[in-house]
């Protein structure tokens, strides 16, 4: 990009401003504590449990585990699990009861018990994504951009994990989330990427090389560049930039950009439509991949209007293909 846009400035004679890091700052996730969601916690009293439930082993054991050393201290993804396990546990419980029918109080204590785990399930959704470096590591940019490479990269394990965490909190409280294997497994599908980070430094990036390259493209008087609108010595020299080095360098990573940040937009959106995210979440979410003044729109704004002004400019000096002043230019 660099080459590309030094090679612009030195036929338009324009000048162009580098890409300065801290704009990557723009899209740093806000601090853990804000995107966390305060849950009350839920006491059952164990004791109680085990006196009047003797035939609810299930329960019994989830509550020990609850209890235990390590239970209290589980990373929120467990958590999340665990509520799932625990929920499963309550409805098996609560149905023995109802089949015994002489315990109806415990019975109904336990179906509203129920009910208001079912009722926090999503805020733990959010805290188990919120709390997770897996997660944070995934959506933050890299300190390298996507290698140029001319094989195919890609990152669909890790999408499709990010979709398969999006399908499990939009189910919640209807279906209950899936054990705690499951979803390590796709927390580590998400760690073992390197893409999505470096796909937003990309696209930060390259955003930032188009719109500086089109400011220097537009802001040149075609007239003075090609008189009478014919095709000039500097205006060959400029085709010349534009078949060899933008269509010859800059457009194909600009197709593996493609490639890799369709996919990965749509996920992101889709994660951001999950119910009761957190302000400070969806704000970020937004952010790389909304409607609006995102990163990914922007990306697609900047491509279109360079693309519109090479049309704009080649096409003032009869140099678009089809046009008098077309010639397959050679690198000199």
Avoid at 100 to 128: I, M, V
Avoid at 187 to 215: K, N, P
Wanted: aromatic share 6%.
């Amino acid at each position: 990009m660099q080459n590309y846009l030094d090679r612009i400035a030195r036929v338009l004679q324009q000048q162009w401003q580098p890409f300065e890091p801290d704009q990557l700052a723009d899209y740093r996730f806000p601090a853990r504590r804000e995107r966390m969601i305060d849950i009350p916690p839920l006491r059952i009293s164990l004791l109680d449990l085990i006196v009047d439930t003797n035939d609810c082993r299930l329960l019994q054991q989830r509550i020990s585990e609850r209890n235990s050393v390590l239970g209290k201290v589980m990373p929120w993804s467990h958590r999340l699990a665990y509520d799932g396990e625990l929920l499963r546990a309550l409805e098996h419980c609560t149905t023995l009861l109802n089949q015994q029918d002489d315990q109806p109080a415990l019975g109904e204590q336990l179906t509203a018990l129920a009910a208001s785990k079912r009722a926090t399930l999503s805020a733990t959704y959010w805290n188990a994504l919120n709390a997770s470096e897996e997660f944070e590591d995934y959506l933050r940019f890299a300190n390298q951009p996507l290698p140029i490479s001319s094989s195919q990269i890609t990152d669909q394990d890790a999408v499709a994990a990010l979709r398969k965490l999006t399908e499990i909190g939009a189910a919640l409280p209807q279906q209950l989330p899936p054990d705690r294997a499951h979803i390590d497994a796709l927390l580590q599908a998400l760690q073992q990427s390197q893409r999505s980070s470096q796909l937003i430094t990309s696209l930060a990036q390259t955003t930032h090389g188009l719109q500086q390259a089109t400011q220097m493209l537009q802001a040149t008087d075609s007239r003075l560049l090609c008189p009478m609108q014919a095709p000039s010595a500097r205006s060959k020299i400029l085709l010349n930039v534009f078949v060899l080095f933008y269509a010859g360098e800059i457009q194909p990573y600009l197709a593996q950009l493609q490639r890799l940040g369709q996919p990965w937009a749509e996920a992101v959106i889709a994660l951001r439509a999950v119910p009761n995210i957190p302000d400070a979440t969806a704000h970020s979410l937004d952010r790389l991949a909304g409607e609006q003044n995102s990163l990914w729109k922007e990306y697609q704004a900047a491509l279109t209007k360079h693309t519109q002004a090479w049309q704009d400019l080649l096409g003032a000096c009869e140099s678009q293909p089809g046009q008098s002043g077309w010639q397959t230019p050679t690198e000199g």
